[in-house]
């Protein structure tokens, strides 16, 4: 008798999810709260006009005091306190009195690469001037302020993909750090423990390290240093890392980057792509859980989208047996990279393997990296959660490679 009561609650709960997962897309944002600027903003402070200070975006899942930190979400705007301090990330812009511009929006609790967000609206991809394609997320309003200008640089987060996939969709750079390396005090959490890191967005390279240089004190100067230690891309080996299911036009604008910026190209072979393929998904199912874990008190709470709630359902069914195995195999995987480190610099690959869709086109199966979308054109495609950004490669190849070298960590 047990054991059919958990199979049929077991049912109960796949199709909830199931429901919440084909039914998401079907209700209608509510544009009310959406801020200025296409959306881009839950809260935003415009600068003077003559004002020559560097301008940041933060997203709204990082505490900036006074602000209530919505974290995307209509349930948490409307019964949250103000941050009574800034997140500790935010310590280094203070000092050197960088203005904020504004909370940035994002997936509601950053668990969507979509970037949609049915409450405050959906943020603008400036970058697509006729298809209306996706901004990307979680941090969708900061990829669209900075692809519009309206920010010099950004502070998103990134648990798996959330910095990266934005800043493809709208043409910018993005980068995630060695987790650990920033603080997350006063960061609301997805998987802190093994994944959530605080990262830069710019629309170049050069704006990329100056954020850096705002969230690790001295930053810009071992990048400098390292750029002289190898000034040239010729002297710069990279891992030329082709997934199954990309796109071949993808592909081929990574490698004619990669060949323009004149590096050293070294295919990886299968043995190596195996276990990234494991890794991504190890990584994907430590997203998932720790989306469930950290969030699971809002399941029951009003004004919590449908959307969301599938995110954190799905966390919940790959928590009791998947979760532990992937942290198990996670030894493995940095033996894995340790080796492949003892001969490249670092890895190309593409952030997404299909062209971003339409926005009224998606249908979320998944909160992290294997979210499935299905294009008009292209039918139902996977869009990953992988670093390297396929507009900007040759520019990324070099600011990875070099942040590799000025930290003297491999980036994993």
Same mark, same amino acid.
């Given at each position: 008798?047990?054991?059919?009561?958990?199979?049929?609650?077991?049912?109960?709960?796949?199709?909830?999810?199931?429901?919440?997962?084909?039914?998401?897309?079907?209700?209608?944002?509510?544009?009310?709260?959406?801020?200025?600027?296409?959306?881009?903003?839950?809260?935003?402070?415009?600068?003077?006009?003559?004002?020559?200070?560097?301008?940041?975006?933060?997203?709204?899942?990082?505490?900036?005091?006074?602000?209530?930190?919505?974290?995307?979400?209509?349930?948490?705007?409307?019964?949250?306190?103000?941050?009574?301090?800034?997140?500790?990330?935010?310590?280094?812009?203070?000092?050197?009195?960088?203005?904020?511009?504004?909370?940035?929006?994002?997936?509601?609790?950053?668990?969507?690469?979509?970037?949609?967000?049915?409450?405050?609206?959906?943020?603008?991809?400036?970058?697509?001037?006729?298809?209306?394609?996706?901004?990307?997320?979680?941090?969708?309003?900061?990829?669209?302020?900075?692809?519009?200008?309206?920010?010099?640089?950004?502070?998103?987060?990134?648990?798996?993909?959330?910095?990266?996939?934005?800043?493809?969709?709208?043409?910018?750079?993005?980068?995630?750090?060695?987790?650990?390396?920033?603080?997350?005090?006063?960061?609301?959490?997805?998987?802190?423990?093994?994944?959530?890191?605080?990262?830069?967005?710019?629309?170049?390279?050069?704006?990329?390290?100056?954020?850096?240089?705002?969230?690790?004190?001295?930053?810009?100067?071992?990048?400098?240093?390292?750029?002289?230690?190898?000034?040239?891309?010729?002297?710069?080996?990279?891992?030329?890392?082709?997934?199954?299911?990309?796109?071949?036009?993808?592909?081929?604008?990574?490698?004619?980057?990669?060949?323009?910026?004149?590096?050293? !190209? @070294?295919?990886? %072979?299968?043995? &190596?792509? #195996?276990?990234?393929?494991?890794?991504? *998904?190890? /990584?994907?199912?430590?997203?998932?859980?720790?989306?469930?874990?950290?969030?699971?008190?809002?399941?029951?709470?009003?004004?919590?989208?449908?959307?969301?709630?599938?995110?954190?359902?799905?966390?919940?069914?790959?928590?009791?047996?998947?979760?532990?195995?992937?942290?198990?195999?996670?030894?493995?995987?940095?033996?894995?990279?340790?080796?492949?480190?003892?001969?490249?610099?670092?890895?190309?690959?593409?952030?997404?393997?299909?062209?971003?869709?339409?926005?009224? !086109? @998606?249908?979320? %199966?998944?909160? &992290?990296? #294997?979210?499935?979308?299905?294009?008009? *054109?292209? /039918?139902?495609?996977?869009?990953?959660?992988?670093?390297?950004?396929?507009?900007?490669?040759?520019?990324?190849?070099?600011?990875?490679?070099?942040?590799?070298?000025?930290?003297?960590?491999?980036?994993?």
């Amino acid at each position: 008798m047990k054991k059919c009561r958990r199979a049929a609650a077991r049912f109960l709960l796949t199709g909830l999810l199931l429901t919440f997962l084909f039914g998401a897309c079907s209700l209608h944002e509510n544009r009310f709260a959406a801020g200025s600027h296409h959306r881009s903003f839950i809260a935003y402070w415009p600068p003077p006009k003559s004002s020559q200070q560097l301008c940041l975006a933060v997203k709204d899942n990082i505490d900036v005091k006074g602000v209530v930190t919505t974290a995307g979400s209509e349930y948490v705007a409307k019964t949250s306190s103000p941050a009574s301090q800034d997140a500790e990330c935010l310590a280094i812009v203070r000092k050197r009195n960088v203005r904020v511009v504004g909370k940035a929006n994002l997936s509601e609790f950053a668990v969507a690469p979509s970037g949609l967000n049915e409450y405050f609206g959906t943020p603008h991809n400036p970058y697509d001037k006729v298809a209306g394609i996706i901004p990307g997320g979680s941090s969708s309003g900061l990829a669209a302020a900075v692809s519009s200008g309206i920010a010099d640089v950004a502070f998103g987060t990134d648990t798996a993909g959330s910095i990266r996939v934005p800043a493809a969709c709208c043409g910018i750079v993005g980068l995630k750090p060695t987790f650990g390396l920033v603080s997350l005090k006063g960061v609301f959490p997805i998987e802190p423990k093994h994944l959530d890191t605080v990262g830069p967005m710019g629309k170049d390279v050069a704006h990329v390290v100056q954020g850096m240089d705002l969230l690790q004190t001295g930053f810009a100067a071992r990048y400098a240093k390292a750029v002289a230690a190898k000034p040239s891309a010729k002297q710069i080996k990279i891992g030329r890392l082709y997934l199954s299911g990309t796109d071949p036009q993808i592909d081929k604008a990574i490698d004619d980057a990669l060949i323009k910026a004149g590096f050293q !190209v @070294v295919l990886l %072979d299968q043995t &190596f792509k #195996s276990k990234w393929d494991q890794a991504k *998904k190890d /990584g994907n199912t430590v997203a998932a859980a720790g989306a469930w874990i950290s969030t699971q008190q809002y399941l029951s709470k009003w004004g919590v989208r449908a959307r969301t709630k599938a995110a954190i359902l799905l966390g919940r069914l790959v928590y009791p047996r998947q979760y532990h195995r992937a942290l198990h195999r996670r030894a493995e995987w940095e033996h894995a990279l340790h080796h492949v480190f003892q001969t490249v610099d670092f890895i190309a690959l593409p952030t997404l393997q299909v062209w971003p869709p339409a926005n009224t !086109v @998606v249908r979320e %199966d998944s909160p &992290f990296g #294997s979210a499935r979308f299905e294009p008009a *054109k292209h /039918g139902s495609s996977e869009f990953c959660r992988q670093s390297g950004t396929c507009r900007t490669c040759s520019a990324e190849a070099r600011v990875l490679s070099r942040y590799e070298s000025a930290t003297g960590r491999p980036k994993v």
